[in-house]
């Protein structure tokens, strides 16, 4: 049975780390990855008013994904950025032998990467550290945490820099 690592991304600067620890602890034990990011979910706090705007058409904002059945496949073109750095990421992974997936899921940040877990049955979750100081991890929390403290599978906290002297 292939090993399922599933890596979940914010596109901030510690991206980069968790990726390149996917790849190489998919490269090591041949692993599959599954990369993740999550949206918040959606506020609609704004309400469109007819009678103001009259001629108003909304904008077309959801799109196709590719390969798909046409059946409740659209997502919002906020996702067009988010879904194009995923596609390129996985091209990434998958040319260099690694069996690559990815998605976007809109929800509370911790519950969706742990339900995310759970569903594609993964072996270990990803997750980078934004190195965020006690006072605010006492305030506001992590996201690590959060996983770390709920989770039933091993948890990998990829660190914002390099521990190594010299290194950035």
Do not use: W
Not at 18 to 34: D, Q, Y
Not at 45 to 64: A, G, N, V
């Amino acid at each position: 049975m292939i090993m399922k690592l599933l890596a979940t991304l914010d596109f901030s600067d510690v991206t980069n780390n968790v990726v390149a620890a996917a790849r190489k602890l998919a490269g090591t034990s041949s692993a599959s990855v599954i990369l993740l990011h999550v949206m918040p979910e959606e506020k609609h706090d704004i309400e469109f008013h007819p009678t103001i705007e009259p001629h108003y058409q909304p904008p077309e904002k959801y799109y196709r994904e590719p390969e798909s059945s046409g059946e409740g496949d659209n997502v919002p073109i906020l996702h067009d950025k988010s879904f194009k750095t995923l596609q390129n990421i996985a091209d990434t992974l998958n040319n260099d032998g690694i069996e690559t997936s990815f998605s976007i899921v809109h929800g509370n940040t911790v519950e969706t990467i742990l339900e995310q877990a759970e569903k594609e049955k993964a072996d270990f979750i990803l997750l980078g550290s934004h190195g965020h100081k006690t006072l605010y991890q006492l305030v506001v929390g992590t996201v690590c945490s959060g996983v770390v403290n709920d989770s039933r599978i091993p948890v990998i906290i990829v660190p914002r820099t390099s521990s190594k002297k010299g290194e950035a």
